[in-house]
């Protein structure tokens, strides 16, 4: 129940990239596994601004999911997009919980070059948001 009032949510905030609404979606204490970042960006707040930062970096125009599994508790969405003309695949490994909030995220994205742009950028974003 909650995965699919989730992955609703989920795709709503994607498509549209509205940040306004992120605090209602996110629960208070959310994780976020970076792809660049051993340790995981833990609470609301912070998980917010990773999403932020990732709407205007990787869910920019050029970004579509491309395969979507889920279960009552788990979702994978395979994603391709494109940076400055680099290739960029990835997955987004969600959990929400019974209300249908963003509990945990993973992202894991390739090849190589693609995690070095997306670090670089997300980095930039990032430090302008501070």
Known sequence: MGTT???AN????VETRN???LGEFIDDNAVLYSPVVWTPVEGKFMVTMYL???????AND???YVREVA???NAVLEF???IDGITVEGVDMVKFTDEGKLKEIKVMIRPLKAV????QKMGEYLEKMK
């Open 5 to 7: 009032k989730g992955l």
């Open 10 to 13: 989920w795709h709503k905030f």
């Open 19 to 21: 940040t306004s609404s």
């Open 52 to 58: 932020m930062a990732a709407a205007k970096i990787i």
């Open 62 to 64: 050029n970004f579509k």
């Open 71 to 73: 279960d009552d508790e």
């Open 80 to 82: 391709e997009t494109e």
């Open 116 to 119: 070095h742009i997306v670090h």
